[in-house]
């Protein structure tokens, strides 16, 4: 974590030109250059470091995975126990309870979104990496658009085309007269609000999450660089940016997580009759 932590002070000063005073980080960070371009069926596309990062991160935890059951026994090993920990989470805490009686068969979408998401989280603070692609919103946003129309295609087959969207239009149970503010509100919050929210909440924390080890990371190696009373001034820096590190640990399993919660809710939404 100190080595993390400081390592990425380290190289952001040095890219930041070595200018007079404190250079503060900014959104140049989320925007690194191309490593390489091509255009398929007309359509530009671009390489840059944070792809990368994100096709390691995947790599990295298809291997987990695969390492995971590739031997597995009825008393399990380390690797084995972490690998159906997690699946365990997912299928119990979220599947069979959150999304209810008929989420079972939902539990491998749901564990390989938690997954998926966590390893490109955990990026965030692997040296050399130490950014990571959901703190990118085109990625995020991505995967909000997958799980909006896995719910409403969900919501379709499970209680027909007709019925869903009639509940969504006309809430059961609200005055008739009330449609005409009801309605609006709920077209607003299924088919908009859930999946920006969904993309915004995990974006906008690991964006944070991010800015802030930088900010620290750079003020250490700043205050250590200048001298004089600076010098007091450095440790605190360096702390805070190792004390941050850990925080950011923290609210890396618990996006994953939330995010993975959320869609279950909205997939009960979809199973269930009545919203």
């Known amino acids: 974590m100190t ?21 503060a980080p900014g959104l140049g960070e989320f925007y690194p ?38 031997k597995p026994s009825i008393v399990p090993g380390k690797l084995q126990f972490v690998g159906e920990s997690g699946y365990s989470l997912v299928r ?29 989280n955990l990026m965030a603070i692997i040296p050399f990496a130490q950014i990571s692609p959901m703190s990118k919103f085109a990625f995020p946003l ?29 809430l059961p149970g609200v005055p008739k007269p009330m449609y005409v503010l009801v309605t609006p ?4 919050q299924n088919f908009v609000v859930r999946p920006f929210t969904l993309a915004v909440r995990l974006f906008a924390n690991m964006f944070a999450g991010h800015m802030l080890l930088v900010v620290f990371s750079l003020g250490a190696v700043y205050l250590f660089q200048v001298g004089n009373y600076s010098m007091i001034f450095g440790p605190i820096s360096a ?15 618990l996006q994953a997580y939330v995010f993975t919660v959320l869609m279950g809710t909205y997939l009960n939404g979809s199973i269930e009759a009545e919203h």
């Open 142 to 170: 991505v995967l909000a658009a997958i799980c909006w129309v896995m719910y409403i295609w969900i919501g379709i087959r499970e209680q027909g085309a007709g019925k869903y969207f009639k509940d969504i239009l006309f």
């Open 33 to 70: 250059e191309v490593v390489a371009s091509f255009s398929l069926f007309g359509i530009a596309f671009e390489i840059t470091r944070i792809t990368i990062i994100l096709w390691v991160a995947t790599l990295a935890l298809i291997a987990f995975l695969v390492a995971t059951v590739r």
């Open 92 to 120: 119990d805490g979220i599947a069979r309870d959150v999304v209810g009686p008929k989420g079972l068969p939902f539990a491998p979408f749901l564990a390989s979104l938690f997954f998926f998401i966590l390893a490109n």
């Open 239 to 253: 702390l805070m940016a190792i004390v941050m590190t850990f925080f950011e640990l923290l609210v890396i399993f």
């Open 185 to 188: 509100i709920e077209i607003l």
């Open 3 to 23: 080595s993390s932590a400081l390592a990425l002070g380290n190289v952001l000063a040095a890219e930041s030109g070595g200018g007079d005073g404190f250079q």
